[in-house]
């Protein structure tokens, strides 16, 4: 197998069981490792470390086991049955309320570049590293041997979240069965998925809790929720009993279904309008009128080189929107920015509310649901950050 030397110093953090090997701790490589390619770690001693998959960039090992074990079929069984029985524990695998839920979830599953959320009998599959995109014959095949007959089909849609495509030519497609979009349930609310066209999977089942807790919000108020997407807080707040609930988003595609979510769930309800519309330019229109504010934008950075930018983004618009809000308002705010941590975000939110002069509180600090676990030897899976405040 293709061999890595780290420099001297260099694997502190991997007998700290941190699944990424950084390339400027890489001393020597023998030989010309492809992308893609199984690579065992060793440190300057000569010390064997770990076996994981060799991708170009900053990142150059995710480390898939720190045992000098083989990668053969069975490791890819045996990992996904250990994420499964994870779920079946959580309750979400036998739930008549709930049939969507995130299945592996990256280094939170030690199955670092994989993303697997589960809809109603659909597999839909993401490979963020080359390395994991040619293991998807074995990976769909330990999917069927794992679940059986919960799974009518595997879809793969890596064709833009695969770096450095390495001259394979990924085109999303199915790995096994055939499924129409169809209608899935979360928490005992409809929603059509589109893994085809959507962004993500289809769905952002991060939320799922969020939506949960903004529910019990809601009764009386008028909401506004920002960056809607396909509406998912927008039925929340309805079912729990808002006045009345504004849904905008700069896509005229998400606000399509946004209308149709909520058709699904609250037909002919003239409580609910949608807005294809710029988030700042509506702000600027809002002041006075609302509640109940949601700011759940996309990742404002993806990358620690534009973090500054991303920072100064999630201040202008925190700052509006604890502006524009009613005396006695709920606001929740929302990072999904992988580099943007949460003392760093909680400290932005901070700064938005000094430079309007109100008195801000924070009620609860939020974050990903337990299907998206976090591995406590990898901090950076703590994507989601999350803040509820009251504005007097």
Request: glycine share 8%; hydrophobic share 40%.
């Amino acid at each position: 197998m293709n061999r890595i030397t780290l420099k001297a110093g260099k694997d502190k953090s991997v007998f700290r069981y941190h699944p990424w090997i950084f390339s400027g701790a890489i001393a020597k490589m023998d030989g010309k490792i492809q992308e893609g390619e199984l690579v065992k770690v060793y440190n300057s001693e000569n010390r064997y470390l770990a076996t994981g998959h060799y991708q170009i960039g900053s990142i150059a090992v995710r480390i898939l086991s720190f045992e000098d074990i083989e990668i053969n079929y069975g490791f890819w069984k045996n990992r996904i049955e250990q994420a499964y029985k994870m779920r079946c524990s959580l309750g979400l695998t036998t739930s008549a309320t709930n049939n969507v839920y995130r299945l592996v979830h990256g280094e939170g599953d030690d199955l670092p570049g994989l993303v697997i959320d589960y809809y109603a009998g659909v597999a839909v599959v993401q490979f963020h590293s080359v390395g994991m995109y040619l293991e998807r014959e074995n990976i769909a095949k330990a999917l069927l041997d794992v679940m059986g007959k919960q799974l009518t089909a595997i879809y793969d849609k890596s064709e833009g979240t695969l770096p450095y495509k390495a001259a394979i030519e990924p085109h999303n497609g199915y790995l096994y069965g055939k499924a129409e979009n169809f209608v899935a349930l979360e928490n005992g609310l409809k929603f059509n998925v589109d893994w085809l066209e959507g962004q993500k999977t289809g769905f952002f089942i991060d939320q799922r809790e969020n939506r949960s807790l903004l529910e019990k919000y809601a009764q009386g108020k008028n909401v506004l929720n920002m960056f809607c997407y396909t509406g998912g807080f927008s039925f929340y707040a309805m079912r729990g009993g808002a006045a009345s609930v504004h849904s905008v988003d700069v896509s005229a595609r998400a606000i399509e279904l946004t209308k149709e979510n909520v058709e699904l769930n609250f037909p002919g309800d003239t409580r609910h309008e949608a807005f294809a519309e710029e988030a700042f330019h509506f702000l600027e229109h809002s002041e006075g009128k609302y509640d109940l504010i949601i700011l759940d934008p996309p990742a404002f950075a993806k990358h620690q080189n534009v973090l500054n930018n991303a920072i100064q983004g999630y201040k202008k618009l925190n700052r509006k929107g604890i502006e524009v809000i009613k005396p006695g308002g709920i606001i929740f705010t929302f990072s999904c920015s992988q580099v943007m941590t949460k003392d760093l975000f909680r400290q932005t939110v901070f700064t938005a509310a000094a430079n309007t002069g109100r008195k801000v509180r924070i009620l609860h600090q939020l974050t990903q649901p337990a299907d998206h676990p976090i591995n406590i030897y990898h901090p950076e899976g703590e994507y989601l950050k999350g803040l509820v405040l009251y504005v007097e």
